[in-house]
C-alpha cells in the first residue's frame, strides 16, 4: 500500500496538458485523496485553456475535485496539439511549479505510453524536473487505442465513482459532443481496472520507478 508521509503538510502536483485530463484520468483519487486528508495542498498546472472559457470550467472542476484542499491551479495558453513546438515555454512552466512545490508527495501526471502528443510530450518532461518522486501516470480513454497494462490501481467507492462521472458531465459542457465523453465510456474503464484490483471501480497508473522501505 502507498501512503503519503505522516507528520508533515502533504503535497500533491497533478499536471495535465489540457483542461479535464486531469479530472479524467485521476479525478476519483483526487476526490478520495482530499476527503481522507482535509488540508492537502494540491498544486495544479494545465499546459493549456488560459484565457479561455475551458478555463472557467477547469477552474471549477478541479475545486470540485479537491473538497477541502488549498488548491492553486496555473493555466498555459500553449495551443492543443502543438506542445512540441512549445517545449521550452511548457519546460519553463513545470520548473517554475518545482520552485513552489519544491518536494511534493505525489506528482500526477500522463503517461509515457500515452498516443496524445501534448500528453506524452507532458509526461517526458516531469522526470526532467522531478527526478526523486512518485510519479503516477494517469491514463485517457480515446479512439487511439493506447491503454496499456498499468501496475498501480487505486480502488474507489461506488459513491466516488459515480461523483466522477458526475463532475464530469457537469463541469465540462465543452466536452459533451465528443463520442468517448460519456458515462459509459467512464465507469466501464473504472469497472475493468477494478476487476484488475479485486474491487468494484478503480482508477490505474503507470509508474517508471517506485522506491519502497521494507525497513521502516
Known amino acids: 500500500m502507498i501512503g503519503l508521509r505522516p507528520a508533515r503538510r502533504d503535497t500533491v502536483v497533478a499536471l495535465g496538458a489540457h483542461c479535464d485530463d486531469i479530472a479524467i484520468g485521476a479525478g476519483a483519487s483526487l476526490l478520495t485523496l482530499c476527503r481522507a486528508r ?4 494540491v498544486d495544479a498546472l494545465v499546459l493549456s485553456g488560459g484565457g479561455t472559457e475551458r478555463e472557467q470550467e477547469e477552474r471549477a472542476a478541479l475545486a470540485a475535485f479537491c473538497p477541502g484542499a488549498e488548491l492553486s491551479l496555473t493555466l498555459l495558453k500553449i495551443p492543443d496539439g502543438r506542445l512540441p513546438a512549445h517545449w521550452d515555454e511548457a519546460k519553463n512552466a513545470l520548473e517554475d511549479l518545482r520552485r513552489r512545490a519544491a518536494n511534493p508527495d ?4 500522463p503517461w509515457r505510453g500515452d498516443a496524445h502528443q501534448d500528453h506524452r510530450g507532458l509526461a517526458e518532461l516531469v522526470p526532467t524536473v522531478w527526478r526523486d518522486h512518485l510519479t503516477l501516470g494517469y491514463e485517457i480513454v480515446k479512439w487511439d ?7 498501480v490501481h ?16 457537469e463541469h465540462y459542457p465543452s466536452q459533451r459532443h465528443r463520442p468517448w ?16 484490483c479485486g474491487a468494484r471501480y478503480a482508477e490505474a497508473f503507470h509508474t517508471d520507478k517506485l522506491t519502497i522501505d521494507l525497513g521502516g
Open 38 to 41: 482535509p488540508g492537502l495542498r
Open 106 to 109: 505525489l506528482i500526477f501526471a
Open 145 to 151: 487505442g493506447d491503454l496499456g497494462r498499468p501496475a
Open 154 to 169: 487505486q480502488p474507489v467507492s461506488d459513491e466516488v465513482a459515480e461523483a466522477k462521472v458526475r463532475l464530469l458531465a
Open 181 to 196: 465523453y460519456d458515462r459509459e465510456a467512464f465507469l466501464g474503464l473504472a469497472r475493468i481496472r477494478g476487476i484488475e
